[in-house]
């Protein structure tokens, strides 16, 4: 099959591999839908720890289901499914919690565990062998372009799960308006919001624009001399928002989370997932602001599942996520676009 290589840091190619194997536990997915983010970049970069070159990336997709393994029960041939990429070993403490995405086997493949394009093989390519516990039927109505938001979306609902939702009413600020943070705009008026207020930078005009149409009520840029977190405190009275949710991935955007919170606020910092960012952070922010903050990485077991739910109840449309569409035989050029941000690609669809 083709399939898109990162042969050594910093080189792709679009190659002929062998197709997947099957196996007992695992469906195999014909892909229908298929595209990169940033992360991808930094896994060709070489900077992503348990990724071994030469790798095969991919872990936002979906397609159908053409092979399933003897043991697999609940899914059949000509399924369309959504795929989520951390599968845990299953039997560690947290993974017996459903926190895959906390997995204390990560990376050993022996032990059961599997991180779909980081740690095996992905979804950029004609087909995936999928572990079937990570493999999400989708629901009616829905199609493989849905299906390749499967794990985003389910990353931007455990977010707001980690802080406890939404109450009803409340005001949300979304930090960071790429991806995540446009899902998160609408994922706040899916569980009740009733305000939502977007905070991005100058370069960032497109996506706040497509943040008011997704149903953001206020837009707050941020400007040299009056820091964002100033902006939306005047937005409110001077108190703050009641829940926070930061998928910008700076430590500028983490400090000023913290900042624009209400007193005994929820903060919830998901978008920095790499180390090496440090906050420098009045502690009398989080203590005398009585905050709960909240670190939140990836997706646990199934939460992609209800997370499908709010697009099949058109609560979420992910359809304006996607500016352009290549097909994965041009991946260079796709690549190319995504990289440069030539003009600022959000997702690019890609067809096998
Ligand atoms: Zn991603
Ligand atoms: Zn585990």
């Not at 955007?253 to 952070?281: H, I, K, Y």
Request: net charge neutral.
């Amino acid at each position: 099959m083709r399939a898109v290589v990162f042969t050594e840091p910093d080189k792709f190619e679009l190659a002929n591999v062998p197709d997947p194997a099957s196996g007992a536990d695992l469906v195999i997915v014909a892909i229908k839908a298929t595209t990169i983010c940033a992360t991808d970049v930094k896994i060709l970069h070489g900077t992503v720890p348990f990724v071994k070159f030469p790798h095969n990336p991919g872990h936002e997709f979906g397609g159908e289901i053409v092979e399933v393994g003897a043991n697999v029960k609940g899914l059949r041939k000509g399924d369309l499914v959504g795929v989520e990429a951390h599968v845990g070993c299953g039997n560690c403490p947290r993974c017996l919690e459903g926190l895959y995405n906390l997995c204390e086997n990560y990376g050993n493949r022996e032990a059961g565990h599997a991180h779909i394009g980081f740690t095996v093989a992905g979804g950029l390519a004609e087909y995936c062998a999928v572990p079937a516990k990570a493999a999400h039927l989708m629901p009616e109505g829905l199609n493989a372009n849905h299906a390749m938001f499967t794990d985003t979306l389910g990353i931007v609902l455990w977010a707001f799960e980690r802080a406890g939702g939404v109450r009803g009413g409340e005001t949300v600020a979304v930090v960071g308006p790429g991806a995540l943070g446009l899902l998160a705009v609408q994922v706040a008026h899916a569980l009740g919001a009733g305000r939502v207020i977007v905070v991005g930078i100058p370069a960032d005009g497109n996506r706040l624009e497509l943040a008011s149409r997704l149903g953001a009520d206020d837009v707050v840029i941020a400007k040299s001399d009056i820091s964002p977190a100033r902006s939306v405190r005047e937005l409110t009275n001077g108190k703050g928002v009641d829940l926070v949710i930061e998928f910008a991935g700076t430590a500028d955007a983490g400090r000023q989370s913290l900042e624009m919170a209400r007193r005994g606020g929820r903060v919830v910092l998901a978008g920095s997932t790499s180390p090496g960012r440090e906050l420098n952070v009045d502690l009398s922010v989080i203590v005398r602001g009585h905050l709960n903050v909240y670190g939140s990485v990836a997706n646990p077991q199934g939460i992609s599942r209800r997370a499908n739910v709010l697009m099949q109840k058109g609560l979420v449309d992910v359809t304006p996520l996607i500016t352009h569409e290549i097909a994965l035989s041009e991946f260079s050029s796709a690549w190319k676009m995504f990289v440069g941000r030539d003009g600022d690609p959000i997702r690019i669809l890609m067809r096998p």
